[in-house]
């Protein structure tokens, strides 16, 4: 019998359009790679049991008052503790759309994320103002590393 697929769980977060084109772009480069699943989701629809059966996670969140959105607080907040001891060292990265800055939304993810303790396996990327062709293209490399990552087993 073949192994089941690896899964890679993207949850994001967007009010107004920014980070959702952003995950769509990552979720086209995801898909590229065979032999991995990837699984898009609105962090207040995602829960544990996405989690779970994650073997990789991209976080996608706009900047909202110098931290990540509150739906994405909202996905760590219900995880944080079921998944204790479950998903130590799991692979991520994240991305971001902010007005001018993003780095609070970037450190908010970042201290949260070593407490699970997740992985960071890939550098964050940081759309400031608009998302840009250059943006979206950065997007794709991000999720097809990730799930280039997982399919070789190499995180
Ligand atoms: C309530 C609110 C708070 C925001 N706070 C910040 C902020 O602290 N820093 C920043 O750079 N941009 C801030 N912005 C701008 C958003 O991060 C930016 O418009 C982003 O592209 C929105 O992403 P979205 O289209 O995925 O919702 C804020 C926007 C809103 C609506």
Redesign the pocket.
Known sequence: MSDPPKRLLIVYH???????AMAKAVLRGARRVQGVETHLKMALRAGLEDLLGAQALLLGT?????YMSGAMKNFLDRTYYPAQGQVNGLPYAVFI??????T?ALNSIERIARGYPFKPVCDPII??GDVTTGILQQCEELGETMASGLAWGIF
Do not use: L, V
Not at 62 to 66: K, L, V, Y
Not at 97 to 102: K, L, M, P, T, W
């Open positions: 967007s009010q107004t359009g920014h980070t959702h706009p900047e909202n008052f110098g759309s902010a007005g001018n800055d993003g609070g759309a400031r």
